[in-house]
């Protein structure tokens, strides 16, 4: 039976027919399917059962606006300052809920593998033993919202928030027009806005694909290669795709900066990816380890969309603040060594709340203070095929695959997105595979999901 054991036996019965019906009727009928899950998830919310202690000095309104896929070397251009840090994961699911727990993959243990043999869909299980950023913000006198433009992220954080919004692949512009909506007359809120008009497949107006001019037949007319192996096919594809990734950035830029004229002036904003997005790079070194990716969808073999080897398109992301006192603003940015998104719950509350039980538990930081120069950042939790591990370091990082016995060693620079690929020193190889979390296999895992969620996740390439 299609559902999971909190959906009612009549919807259980409803998903189960939906393979029967027209793919016409399967389509129309999702946006329903959407406003239930939605529902659903605002009955699911438990209330905090204990109050917490605003900061006399803390804002209104805090927001974060998450947008998926970005790359490290595609900052947005809005009107706030700008860093990068490194993401837990490469890709959603464990990312966004280490990005409201506050611990790496390994430790709440939200992710799965899509192994290349495999006929169903692996999710994992959501966490549901730690303490969230939505939850403490509540506590604190804060109304939530969570806003979500594809269901894995709605997947992975339903029920956390007092007001859900699920939507099927939509815009910037009608995630922000809802949540200015909600937030209207509340005196406090925290909203989390999470979009994906860089993920693929990319659905924007014509007119920002104009601009760039963006040849979209070329992903009709050229047929893509198993995996990206640099042949004439796959630079045709990679040329529109870079092209296509650009005109999308350039619409949320224009969503953020109206978004920002509307709700700027007494809200606390963070803009951030949970991943980044490859479009090629590396893909010699990608192809010699195993991946499960068809063609399309979140990429292809050859380190071409993400959820795959944590390279640093994919494992790094821009992070940046818009605070209402101005001055403020850079200093909530991260000094020092390597940042790491699990910091991001701390560092919200530690400007909203102060002390919090998530902050204590954290493995992050709050980025108030300044990061150690001898940290290591991790992004762990691959999607596609086996597991793979990034560790950085100083000025050094390491790859690690331990089903296919590859390592590799490159020289980063914090300031500048991108690795060298390289011999280090021994010492410094081998302290970094030894901070990487010995777990290879797959963490809490559940391959239920429901017609509609399976058809929007191989839409998005997550098979």
């Known amino acids: 039976?299609?559902?999971?054991?909190?959906?009612?036996?009549?919807?259980?019965?409803?998903?189960?027919?939906?393979?029967?019906?027209?793919?016409?009727?399967?389509?129309?009928?999702?946006?329903?399917?959407?406003?239930?899950?939605?529902?659903?998830?605002?009955?699911?919310?438990?209330?905090?059962?204990?109050?917490?202690?605003?900061?006399?000095?803390?804002?209104d309104h805090v927001l974060t606006v998450v947008v998926d896929a970005l790359r490290p070397d595609h900052v947005p251009s809005v009107g706030m300052p700008f860093d990068t840090a490194i993401a837990p994961s490469t890709w959603t699911f464990p990312s966004v809920t280490s990005m409201h727990t506050g611990v790496y993959p390994s430790e709440h243990g939200a992710s799965a593998h899509t192994r290349p043999d495999a006929e169903e869909y692996a999710m994992p299980r959501q966490v549901d033993d730690r303490p969230t950023l939505p939850a403490e913000m509540e506590a604190a006198g804060y109304d939530t919202y969570g806003g979500f433009a594809f269901v894995v992220p709605f997947t992975a954080l339903r029920g956390w928030y007092q007001t859900?919004?699920?939507y099927g692949n939509d815009l910037a512009e009608n995630l922000f027009s809802d949540y200015v909506s909600w937030r209207g007359g509340r005196d406090r809120t925290f909203g989390y806005l999470h979009l994906g008009d860089l993920h693929q497949p990319i659905r924007i107006p014509d007119e920002y694909l104009e601009a760039r001019d963006v040849d979209t037949r070329v992903f009709d007319e050229v047929e893509m290669c198993v995996e990206f192996d640099g042949c004439e096919s796959c630079r045709r594809i990679q040329?529109?795709?870079?092209a296509e990734y650009r005109a999308a950035l350039d619409y949320v830029e224009d969503q953020l900066d109206r978004l920002l004229s509307v709700v700027g002036d007494d809200t606390l904003v963070v803009v951030v990816g949970d991943h980044g997005e490859g479009?090629?790079?590396?893909?010699?070194?990608?192809?010699?380890?195993?991946?499960?990716?068809?063609?399309?969808?979140?990429?292809?073999?050859?380190?071409?969309?993400?959820?795959?080897?944590?390279?640093?398109?994919?494992?790094?992301?821009?992070?940046?603040?818009?605070?209402?006192?101005?001055?403020?603003?850079?200093?909530?940015?991260?000094?020092?060594?390597?940042?790491?998104?699990?910091?991001?719950?701390?560092?919200?509350?530690?400007?909203?709340?102060?002390?919090?039980?998530?902050?204590?538990?954290?493995?992050?930081?709050?980025?108030?203070?300044?990061?150690?120069?001898?940290?290591?950042?991790?992004?762990?939790?691959?999607?596609?095929?086996?597991?793979?591990?990034?560790?950085?370091?100083?000025?050094?990082?390491?790859?690690?695959?331990?089903?296919?016995?590859?390592?590799?060693?490159?020289?980063?620079?914090?300031?500048?997105?991108?690795?060298?690929?390289?011999?280090?020193?021994?010492?410094?190889?081998?302290?970094?595979?030894?901070?990487?979390?010995?777990?290879?296999?797959?963490?809490?895992?559940?391959?239920?999901?429901?017609?509609?969620?399976?058809?929007?996740?191989?839409?998005?390439?997550?098979?």
């Open 1 to 59: 039976m299609y559902g999971n054991s909190d959906t009612p036996l009549s919807m259980q019965l409803v998903w189960a027919l939906y393979d029967h019906i027209p793919e016409t009727v399967q389509a129309s009928a999702e946006p329903l399917y959407y406003w239930y899950q939605s529902k659903r998830a605002d009955q699911r919310h438990v209330p905090p059962t204990r109050t917490a202690r605003r900061r006399e000095d803390a804002p």
């Open 164 to 166: 859900h919004r699920l």
């Open 239 to 242: 040329r529109e795709r870079f």
């Open 279 to 463: 479009q090629g790079e590396h893909y010699e070194r990608a192809n010699r380890i195993t991946d499960s990716r068809p063609n399309g969808g979140s990429g292809y073999r050859g380190n071409v969309g993400h959820g795959g080897t944590p390279f640093d398109v994919v494992a790094r992301v821009p992070v940046g603040v818009s605070d209402p006192e101005d001055s403020n603003a850079d200093t909530l940015l991260p000094e020092g060594g390597w940042p790491s998104l699990v910091d991001l719950a701390p560092t919200i509350l530690e400007e909203t709340v102060g002390d919090s039980r998530l902050t204590d538990e954290a493995t992050g930081r709050p980025w108030q203070s300044e990061i150690p120069a001898d940290r290591t950042a991790v992004c762990e939790a691959a999607r596609f095929g086996v597991e793979r591990k990034a560790a950085y370091r100083g000025d050094s990082k390491v790859i690690r695959s331990e089903a296919d016995d590859v390592t590799y060693t490159a020289r980063v620079e914090q300031s500048e997105p991108g690795e060298e690929f390289r011999t280090i020193p021994v010492r410094e190889r081998e302290e970094l595979l030894a901070s990487l979390p010995d777990n290879w296999e797959d963490f809490d895992v559940t391959r239920s999901v429901s017609p509609a969620v399976e058809r929007r996740l191989e839409k998005l390439g997550y098979r």
